[in-house]
């Protein structure tokens, strides 16, 4: 217990919040409100405060724009800057469309699907989806547990879209899970109000209360675990610029959610904007060029053979726009090749707009 005690406390000193360990110091994400309300937001849990603003706002036609930490995040912030969603918000002020934005660290094919049916079954007014498909995000998987709630999963297992993830198994056997896990919960309920329930619950609730240290243990969690995959990089010598190879399994199950997604658009008459995003260009990817090539060229003719709209954008942000991260392997910085500065976010927005205006 003094051991344990005592790392909490060491690791309290230095952790941060557990989605900004990914981007680095030089990074700081950026999620605009207007109103009092947000319009984008980096949480599944989120989504509904996220329609209620827009409710309130007047509920125009909607561009739904999907992402990853890129577009949350800016590089080299300074207070009263602005990312892409806001940017592409006040673009579109004096029209009768609007725009939200949802973006996950990390975030893969298979969440962006799932977030895709959720949302557009809780709101029949989203006209456009603006979609970047990151090749470096095709390798992660599995569906998070913020996005996979329960009350997601049975939500739109209730529904007739659950069909359009029928092949990707990270979602069918999520699905499956949820519903062996109610089952369970059905039978234990005569264990429910135990004593040790109610006095686990409380000592809980009193701890994290009184104890800042408690109720920071997610963000412990994922610092320890950061520190754990810098010590493995470094054993290994994984730099930035290392070239990470497919995995071809889950390479796959992204795949099969992209298809799903531009099926699944199509018979909801939505228009989709598919774009590969910006990445450095002043110095080689950490990608197999090769394999980054097929990829590229597999996704615009899946993409214009669904009659959604391709726009390839790895080459649109200057170099002079990109900064810097923390090491992924240690002490020190390197190349960012994901996160970028304002003119960069205001790039994209303009670029975004001259499709969404028509």
């Known amino acids: 217990m003094v051991l344990g005690i005592s790392l909490l406390y060491y690791y309290q000193r230095k952790t941060i ?16 409100w207007v109103n009092d309300y947000p319009i984008h937001v980096t949480f599944f849990r989120h989504i509904d405060t996220l329609l209620y603003g827009w409710q309130k706002s007047g509920g125009k036609d909607l561009t739904l724009w999907l992402g990853n930490s890129q577009l949350h995040s800016i590089n080299q912030y300074s207070p009263g800057q602005q990312n892409c969603i806001r940017f592409l918000f006040d673009s579109l002020e004096n029209s009768n469309k609007t725009v939200l934005g949802i973006s996950y660290p990390n975030a893969n094919l298979q969440e962006f699907l799932f977030t895709i049916i959720y949302f557009t079954n809780k709101c029949n007014k989203v006209k456009q989806i603006v ?3 990151f090749f470096d995000d095709m390798r992660e998987d599995k569906i998070r547990d913020d996005i996979g709630n329960a009350n997601a999963v049975n939500f739109i297992a209730q529904g007739k879209d659950s069909s359009y993830f ?17 089952a369970i919960g059905n039978d234990m309920k005569a264990l429910d109000a135990t004593a040790q329930e109610i006095s686990e619950k409380f000592l ?19 610092t320890l675990f950061n520190d754990l995959y810098k010590f493995r990089n470094s054993m ?17 199950e992204n795949y099969e959610a992209l298809l799903d997604i531009f099926k ?6 939505i228009e989709l904007i598919v774009y590969i995003p910006p990445i450095r260009n002043d110095v080689e990817p950490p990608y197999d060029m090769k394999a980054y090539a097929g990829f590229k060229k597999e996704v615009e003719k899946d993409v ?21 991260k923390g090491s992924t392997s240690g002490t020190g910085s390197e190349i960012d090749f994901m996160h970028f500065q304002e003119p960069g976010h205001k790039l994209i927005a303009d670029t975004i707009f001259q499709r969404c205006k028509k």
């Not at 990914?22 to 999620?31: A, F, H, P, S, V």
């Not at 290994?236 to 796959?252: D, F």
Request: a positive charge; aromatic letters at 10%.
């Open 17 to 32: 919040k557990a989605e900004e360990i990914g981007i680095g110091k030089e990074t700081t994400i950026y999620t605009p």
């Open 264 to 269: 699944y658009c199509q018979a909801k008459n």
């Open 236 to 252: 290994l010598g994984i730099k930035a610029n290392t070239k990470r190879k497919m995995i071809p399994g889950v390479y796959k």
């Open 131 to 133: 979609l970047p498909v």
């Open 304 to 324: 214009l053979a669904s009659h959604a709209i391709f726009m390839n954008l790895e080459n649109l942000v200057a170099a002079k726009y990109w900064g810097t």
């Open 166 to 182: 029928s092949n990707i198994l990270s979602i069918s056997n999520l699905k499956n899970k949820k519903a062996t896990e109610s």
């Open 204 to 222: 809980d609730s009193i701890v994290r209360t009184y104890w800042a240290v408690w109720n920071k243990r997610p963000d412990t969690r994922g």
